[in-house]
């Protein structure tokens, strides 16, 4: 069975400073990992995904996510926040080698608060 | 290119009642996903359909139902509602090239509310 952890509910980062969203999956062979975004009232918005290659993978709006197989963690990462990143982030994971399920696994949520 | 788009945005209905949510897929997507999200359970897979079969199921009771048709439109049907069915509805589509890289892009959802 594969299941995903975002250990935190809310992260708080003034506008400006580096952003760190956590996530830790668990899937019986290799993973794909996806980052989606939900703002108030919206479904959810894909931000990237990784596959294969480079440990670091860049996403839309500035966003860029960190696998590192040997911890079993994805975390979603911005330089500098800004106010309008305030939103629900939500991780993903699929397990490459059940090629008969393509249905995505998702963490429970971290609502992200960027202050001004 | 448009996105997905799912109709209607919200709906009221009552205990018993029975309810359908339409999806349409962005142009050349061939597979369909629906997912539940509330705030007790998050996000849930519902099932999965693609070439007008249903490829993937959730563990959801027989009352949640769905089919898709030659256009790769969607609907999912909810009969005999509860209170606990109130959720926000989302629907995903993707290529289905049957590679398990495919990105799901979703739809904006049905907000449902069972009275």
């Known amino acids: 069975a594969q299941s995903v952890a975002q250990p935190e509910d809310q992260v708080n980062v003034a506008e400006g400073n580096p952003l760190t969203v956590k996530c830790t999956y668990s899937?019986?062979?290799?993973?794909?990992l996806f980052w989606y975004v939900q703002y108030p009232n919206r479904g959810l918005q894909f931000l990237l995904k990784?596959?294969?290659?480079?440990?670091l993978v860049k996403g839309s709006y500035g966003f860029e996510a960190e696998f590192n197989k040997s911890q079993t963690s994805f975390h979603l990462k911005k330089p500098s926040a800004l106010v309008s990143d305030s939103a629900l982030y939500f991780c993903?994971?699929?397990?490459?080698?059940?090629?008969?399920?393509?249905?995505?696994?998702f963490g429970s949520g971290t609502r992200l608060q960027v202050q001004p | 290119k448009a996105g997905v788009t799912q109709t209607p945005r919200y709906l009221i209905k009552t205990r018993g009642q029975q309810v359908t949510l339409s999806c349409s897929p962005i142009s050349g997507h061939r597979s369909v996903s629906w997912y539940q999200q509330t705030p007790g359970q998050g996000l849930q897979f519902l099932f999965e359909y693609f070439s007008e079969t249903q490829r993937n199921k959730g563990n959801f009771p027989g009352r949640f139902s769905g089919r898709q048709f030659s256009n790769s439109r969607s609907e999912m049907n909810v009969s005999t509602l509860e209170l606990g069915d109130s959720a926000l509805y989302l629907c995903?589509?993707?290529?289905?090239?049957?590679?398990?890289?495919?990105?799901?892009?979703f739809g904006p959802g049905t907000r449902l509310t069972v009275l």
């Open positions: 990784y596959i294969t290659g480079d440990n």
């Open positions: 993903a994971v699929r397990d490459m080698t059940d090629t008969g399920r393509r249905a995505l696994t």
């Open positions: 995903a589509s993707s290529l289905g090239s049957g590679m398990s890289t495919d990105t799901q892009y």
């Open positions: 899937v019986s062979g290799n993973p794909y």
